[in-house]
Each structure stands twice: as C-alpha cells, then as structure tokens.
C-alpha cells in the first residue's frame, strides 16, 4: 500500500514540474537513501568492489552515489511515460544500429531483444514500440497488485506489451513464431534456479530463458542498451545480432549462447558501472 501510494505521489509530480527540477527533487530523495538505507548501501558497495577489486574505496563511493542518483533519474522517466512521444525521442534520443532489428526480422523466426539491469530499459522499451516494432516485454509481477496494474499500464500505454513472468514461455513462444520482438533481461536469474557462470571471475546465476528460447524457435539475440549520457539525454545501441550456430548438444549450447551474451554484459556494466542498478546481493557466496 505504502509503495502504491508513493509510486503515484512521484508519478504526479514527475508529470507537473520541468523534468530537470523533477530530477533534482529525485536526486534529493535519492541522498537521502543513500544516508539512511545502509542494507542497499552495502549491497552496493560489495557488487561494486567485486567489479573492481582495485579501486580504492572512495572512488567506489563515488560511483555508488552516482548510481542512487541515476536511479532516482530512471524512476523520474518512468514516471513520465505520458509525456514521451516521437519529439521527444528526436529531442533527447540516440538511436544507433536499429537496422539490426530489421535484419534479425528477415528471418522470420522473431528477435530477443536482450538487456540487463542497466541505464534505463523500460524507456528503451517505450523508444522500441513508439518507432513502430511489434515489442512484447517480459515483466516479474509485483507482489502489490495495484503496484502490478500501474506498472503495466505505464509500459502498455506506450504499446508494449506485457508477458507476466509466470505465464511467459507459452506466449513468448507464440510471440516469437509470429515474428515480433520479445524483450528480456539477462544479467541475473533471481530464482536461483538458472545456470551458474562466472561473472567477473565470480559464479552467479544466469537465467536460462533468453538462450532457450533462441535455441528452441530459431530467433536472433540482439543485444541493446538505453544509456543515459551526461547532459540526461540519451543513447538507444543495438549491438550486432549474436551469429549462433547449434551443435546439437543442448547443455552446451545453452552454456556457450549465455556465455557470449555474458561477455557483452561484463562490458557494458564495467563501462557504465553507475547505471548498473543492482542493489541486491549478486553473486553466490
């Protein structure tokens, strides 16, 4: 309840101030999480020192505020879908690369538009549908129905659409055979029940699904980030699709695909570490 009613309290502001003071009010919040919200404050820290085990400790300080405030700023977007439309995405986004989407169509077997926890995905998703391509995202329901129903509603009221996670193989499946884009988020299986790899040397749990699903229909992995840059615009890149071929062998191939995703994670995360929004426990002890 107490979520619900916050959710709609930030929503409301977000859509009646100038963006870049409902960034500062955010970024307020945000340091004030940062004082008082020692268990995310830690959790942090020890992901971040796991990225970089070199770096001394104030410049991992550093980084993880950056990463507060940087969140704060995705939750004000997310809170402002309303207002996004065609000038906006001119205005304020950089698209790079999305003829791969078109090239990853042409086969007809669908595209995995696959990301991680980082920068802001679900505006990524937004940019996606509003430029006109058939966009299913796969979404972890909410404990809190009404937190559910409005997070929903933010992404359908742009065009997505929304896979809830515990029914989501049957129709990502169908999605995929009808040729249209099913969105994922690959960097960390929270159920513990995925495949353990090293991830910065380090064993974690990946989540089978985006592999599996490439593996089972056909359909091209195209990786893809929405980047925020310094001056809060930002960067829509679509990596190269993943060129894939099976050996039959289903272990092993689940293991390689995920491995060639992971690599472009590991990247991506020690590039933009202050956009890696991970402030649970992350890898197995």
């Not at 104030?58 to 940087?70: G, Y």
Request: hydrophobic fraction near 40%; charged fraction near 30%.
């Amino acid at each position: 309840m107490v979520n619900y009613i916050l959710y709609r309290i930030g929503q409301f502001v977000a859509l009646h101030l100038p963006l870049k003071l409902g960034y500062k009010i955010a970024v307020f919040f945000s340091d004030m999480h940062y004082i008082f919200g020692y268990k995310d404050r830690k959790r942090v820290k020890e992901n971040l020192k796991a990225i970089f085990p070199g770096k001394p400790d104030r410049e991992i300080r550093r980084i993880r505020i950056r990463m507060f405030r940087n969140f704060a700023k995705y939750l004000v977007d997310f809170f402002r879908f309303e207002k996004l439309d065609a000038e906006y995405i001119k205005n304020n986004i950089r698209i790079e690369n999305i003829r791969y989407f078109e090239e990853a169509l042409s086969k007809s077997k669908g595209a995995i538009v696959l990301t991680a926890h980082l920068g802001n995905w679900e505006l990524g998703g937004v940019v996606i549908a509003l430029c006109g391509y058939p966009f299913w995202v796969v979404a972890l329901p909410h404990k809190d129905k009404r937190v559910d129903n409005f997070f929903n509603s933010q992404r359908e009221s742009k065009g997505i659409k929304v896979i809830p996670l515990g029914k989501a193989v049957r129709k990502s499946l169908d999605v995929l055979k009808e040729n249209k884009i099913l969105a994922l988020v690959g960097d960390r299986d929270f159920s513990e029940k995925g495949m353990i790899l090293d991830f910065f040397g380090k064993p974690t749990f990946f989540p089978e699904g985006p592999a599996a699903f490439s593996l089972k229909t056909g359909a091209t992995i195209v990786p893809g980030f929405m980047l925020r840059n310094g001056d809060d615009s930002f960067t829509l890149r679509i990596e190269k699709p993943l060129d894939f071929i099976p050996t039959g062998n289903k272990e092993r191939d689940l293991r390689e695909l995920i491995t060639r995703y992971k690599i472009i994670f590991e990247d991506y995360i020690r590039r933009f570490p202050d956009q890696w929004y991970m402030f649970r426990k992350f890898w197995i002890s």
